[in-house]
Structure formats: structure tokens, C-alpha cells
């Protein structure tokens, strides 16, 4: 039995070709892909502090996280270990976890919790600490388990997008969901149809996934503030703004926050 360390001790091997580019990286763009991890994260971290300060500080452990999953997927990609693909999907799940914790409107918590948050984020812990340990049992179905929670976030952005009639929330859910779609498009396709694109020699729908999925999180971290500034700050304003100018046709999202002023 190979070790949890070994290289290909993982039963999951996507499209892309192995050590075609180098002896030591099983899957190079797989790998090096993860990079925009690593530049949106801690830029997400800057642009978003006057909002953590004011909201959670917590927002910075859901960043940092989220630069977890790409060096626990770079890791992966580069090794295709079993060690690897765990990391790489528990890192996922936390990721979740937090944002969960932070974001979830009250109204949407499990009734016998009523809307008291701390015991909500006991639930989450509690349940994220057993799909670890669960994670461990059928180590090949876990990124399919991981893709289905999605279905609850878009159930939750839908019932929010028809409450609200704010332009530029609608906006934010609206390019949110289709760079989503785009990236599970991408994720289903490598793994489904990864013979068609070995054919044409376009093996690289998961390192697209990477990419368009590392620029989902910031539209998605902004999209859930919006919707959580309608009911954990409702004494302050939240205006979409976009790195580096907002006259730029492409920028990174983020909040500034403002207090609403009363005569």
C-alpha cells in the first residue's frame, strides 16, 4: 500500500497530463494556477479591513484560509498524494465553515436555534470537525460533496435577490453566480469530458477552474457582506467599491463602510 505522502497515492487524477513539464510537478498548470490564491487573498485582506473592523475580524482568518486551500491545492496538484487531496478538500470545507459562521442571515438558522449566532457557530464547528473525520471514509466523492453545498448558497442568493430591489446587490449576486457557473462548467468538464479535451490537447479546464474560481471568492465574500449588512449593521451603508479604480471595466470588489447620517 503506497504512502499517504507518495506521489499518485491519490485516487483522483484530473485531465491534465502527469510530469509532462517537469520530474518533481505531477500536473504544472494544475499547480501553478493556484497562484491567484496568493494575489487575491492577502488583497482581500487590505481592501476589506475597514469592514472587518467594524463587522468581524474574523474576515481575516476567512482570507487566510482561503490562501490555505491554494497552497493545500497547489500541494496536491504537484504530488496527486492522498495527503495532498485531503488538505486540499478539509482546507475547502473550512473555508466554507467561516464563511458560514460569519454571514449566515439569522433567518435562515435551523429553528430550534432561534437567531443566537454563537450557538450557530458551535453548529457549524461541530459539523465541519465530523465531515473532517468523514472526509477520511470516501476520500473520492469528498470534491462532489464540497460542489453540492453550493447548492444551499444559491438557494440563500436567490431568496435574497428577490427580496431586495438594491442595483448594485442584484448586480454583485448576478456576476457572482455566472463567474461560479463558468468555474463548475469548467470543473465538471475536465473531469466528465476529459477525453474530448485530450483529443484537441486542452487538458486545462481544472487549472481554469482555479483561476475563475479565486476571482468568485471576492465577488462572493462582497455579495455575502451586502446581505449581512441588511441585518447585522443596519445603522451603517455599504458601498461597493472596486480595486484599483472604479472606472476600470475589470476591478477586485470590495465594501466601504459608512454610517448613516440622521438631522
Known sequence: ???????????VDWCESNFQHSELVAEFYNTFSNVTFFIFGPLMMFLMH?????????VYITCILFMVVGLFSMYFHMTLSFLGQLLDEIA??????????????????????????????????ITTVVSTFLSFLR????????????????YIVFHEYKKTSNKELRHIMEVSVVLWAFALTSWISDRLLCSFWQQINFSYLHSI?????????????????LVD?????????????????????????YV????????
Open 229 to 253: 449588512a441588511r441585518y447585522e449593521m443596519p445603522g451603517q451603508t455599504l458601498k461597493v467599491r472596486y480595486w484599483p479604480r472604479d472606472t476600470w471595466p475589470v476591478g477586485l470588489p
Open 1 to 11: 500500500m503506497p504512502s499517504i505522502f507518495a506521489y499518485q497515492s491519490s485516487e
Open 50 to 58: 475597514p469592514y472587518a473592523q467594524k463587522r468581524s475580524r474574523y
Open 92 to 125: 475547502i470545507l473550512w473555508l466554507l465553515a467561516s464563511g458560514y459562521s460569519i454571514w449566515m442571515p439569522r433567518c435562515y438558522f435551523p429553528t430550534f436555534l432561534g437567531e443566537n449566532r454563537p450557538q450557530f457557530i458551535s453548529l457549524v464547528i
Open 139 to 154: 476520500p473520492v466523492i469528498n470534491a462532489y460533496a464540497l460542489n453540492s453545498i453550493a447548492v444551499h448558497i444559491l
Open 209 to 225: 477552474w482555479h483561476v475563475l474560481i479565486s476571482i468568485t471568492f471576492p465577488y462572493g465574500m462582497v455579495t455575502m457582506a
Open 256 to 263: 466601504e463602510v459608512s454610517d448613516d447620517k440622521s438631522c
